[in-house]
């Protein structure tokens, strides 16, 4: 079955910059779109981005423009790319594997100090 497994959490100051990374397994890496969610204290689980089998991106409006999701197929991982970071942005980050099914990692805290 599909495994993930995130990295790349930590604690930053506003207006720095990190990089999460999501490392697939189980399947074909290539037949599944991936996106990135996150989870703040006292919200509800967000969708933060997508990349499509085809590459193609969305974005949240809240992160456009300053996250980037990328996709390498020769090691089977997703990143996402977080720049000038918030407070708000303050979440614990799922990466997402879905075709017909949908798959989850475990988490990776993000925080952003003010």
């Known amino acids: 079955q599909v495994q993930l497994v995130e990295s790349g959490g930590g604690q930053v100051d506003q207006g720095g910059s990190l990089t999460l990374s999501c490392v697939f397994s189980?399947?074909?890496?290539?037949?599944?779109?991936m996106a990135w969610y996150r989870q703040a204290p006292g919200h509800e689980r967000e969708l933060v981005s997508q990349?499509?089998?085809?590459?193609?991106?969305t974005y949240a409006p809240s992160v456009q423009g300053r996250f980037t999701i990328s996709r390498d197929n020769t090691k089977d991982t997703v990143y996402l790319q977080m720049n000038d970071l918030k407070p708000e942005d303050t979440a614990v980050y799922y990466c997402n594997a879905f075709s017909f099914s949908s798959f989850w990692g475990q988490g990776t805290q993000v925080t952003v100090s003010a």
């Open positions: 990349i499509m089998r085809g590459g193609t991106t």
């Open positions: 189980g399947s074909i890496f290539t037949r599944y779109h």
